[in-house]
């Protein structure tokens, strides 16, 4: 099962609209093959393929616990979390364009 949803993924893919326009990459390629990526168990590669995807994950998680709880702890690790994947997103973006 868990290998027939990594074919659909890798099947049903979204082209970037940006990249398709423009030739540039924008900045979240690559996004869902990093995801793909981690699924297979590639883990390397997908943190080189996109690094701000585990962050992003984590940041989903902190967001579900802090409306479920609403507690202090959370409030922070969506603050730094949320910095982290910017910085991220940014950094990787960026440097792309080199």
């Known amino acids: 099962m868990w290998q027939k949803l990594i ?4 099947t049903h893919s979204l082209t ?13 390629c690559g996004l869902q093959s990093a995801f ?22 984590f940041l989903i998680l902190s967001f579900s616990i802090h409306i479920k709880f609403r507690s202090s702890w959370t409030r922070k ?3 730094i979390l949320g910095s982290l994947a910017l910085l991220l997103i940014l950094g990787n973006f960026f440097v792309k364009q080199l």
């Open 7 to 10: 074919t659909w993924l890798e």
């Open 36 to 57: 793909i990526l981690l699924l297979n168990g590639r883990f390397i590669e997908s943190i080189h393929t996109y690094p701000a995807l585990l962050p992003l994950i």
């Open 77 to 79: 690790s969506n603050r």
């Open 16 to 28: 970037c609209q940006f990249y398709q326009n423009y030739h540039i990459e924008c900045p979240g």
